[in-house]
């Protein structure tokens, strides 16, 4: 494919690429996305509420237990691992390629693939945090309840460290996003709807003219795009970094 030539050649010439990535880069890991046919927005569930619903602030006010039920059963997944994506981004991290990761995705895929720098903006499932006294607590502190966490000092509710809807990105996250994406040579957009906001308003920052769109589907950002390449994410970024030396 021609496109993935000349952006593997992008690639070797340039040591300050940035990626940005959403929740098609951990769906070849077996983690669901959200708004494809398959995903958890359409999936069916046996709640009379819907599945954005269930991940708004509101409803975690509301009814928390039905809230940490929900995150249980279709977020928080066992035995899910790196795909060939998070790897070949740890490797142009590891060879001084790539400055960080921006992912949408609360997995920890891109951490336990071996990425240092990587900018959660919707958080993630390891930390956890009690909405009392804001105690810190870790996954497996979590797992020993049946349904909601408790906290062992105050007793108040402990929830995910993620955002829901309803709630603000953590600005400290966004300002670091903008800058490293405002002075990327190469941005690279992979498995992402870009219909997610703030988060997709972020691509605005570059200035540059080596933007690469990877995805499955068109997005509304294909006409900005230098170089749009269609297919599967874990497939494509194997391509892109398999014949460069690790130093």
Known sequence: MEEIAKVKELIKDSNNIVFFGGAGVSTASGVPDFRSATGLYNRENDSKYSPEYMLSHEFFVDHPDEFMAYCKNNLMLEGIKPNKAHLALAKLEKMGKLKGVITQNIDSLHQEAGSKNV?????????????????????????????????????????????????????????Y??????????????????????AAGLLDFYKGGKLVLINKDPTSRDARANYVIKGDISKIMDELVEDLDEQ
């Open 177 to 198: 996003a903008v800058n490293l994406i405002a002075n990327a040579d190469i941005l690279i957009v992979g498995g992402t709807s870009l219909v997610v906001y703030p």
């Open 119 to 175: 900018i959660e903006l919707h958080g993630n499932l390891r930390d956890y945090y009690c909405t009392k006294c804001g105690k810190s607590f870790d996954l497996d502190y979590v797992k020993g309840f049946a349904d909601v966490a408790t906290c062992d000092a105050c007793g108040g509710v402990v929830r995910p460290d993620i955002v829901l809807y309803g709630e603000g990105l953590n600005q400290n996250n966004i300002s």
